[in-house]
């Protein structure tokens, strides 16, 4: 079982900045990758941002140039910084895992999601 723990998320003007936090903890061996989603009001969940462990990044077309995720293998912890933030950047935000390993081999991997923060960007 992985557990997701999400900071970060608030109110923030058209043009700041914000920065999302999630850390993964709990009984695994591994993960494949981890990043965040985001659904907005009256939307479908969209991929966002994720980095795998070996630090191949996928970004969302909509976030190239102002979102930037990095990863710590060793906190298996995953860092947005999200700059020059737009209205509709408005959304919850969940943290995900792509694919955790547990320690017995018997059991596949699985996906986790976090709980979602919510990413307000508004005047």
């Known amino acids: 079982q992985v557990r997701l723990v999400e900071s970060g998320g608030g109110l923030v003007q058209p043009g700041g900045s914000l920065r999302l936090s999630c850390t993964a903890s709990?009984?695994?061996?591994?993960?494949?990758?981890m990043g965040w989603y985001r659904q907005g009001l009256g939307k479908e969940r969209e991929l966002v941002a994720m980095?795998?462990?070996?630090?191949?990044?996928n970004y969302s077309d909509s976030v190239k140039d102002r979102f930037t995720i990095t990863r710590d293998n060793d906190k298996n912890t995953v860092v947005l910084q999200m700059n020059n933030l737009k209205s509709e950047d408005t959304a919850v935000y969940y943290c995900?895992?792509?694919?955790?390993?547990?320690?017995?081999?018997?059991?596949?991997?699985?996906?986790?999601w976090g709980q979602g923060t919510q990413v307000t960007v508004s005047s």
């Open positions: 995900h895992v792509d694919r955790a390993w547990s320690h017995d081999s018997h059991i596949p991997p699985a996906d986790y």
């Open positions: 709990g009984s695994f061996l591994a993960i494949y990758a």
């Open positions: 980095i795998t462990t070996a630090g191949k990044t």
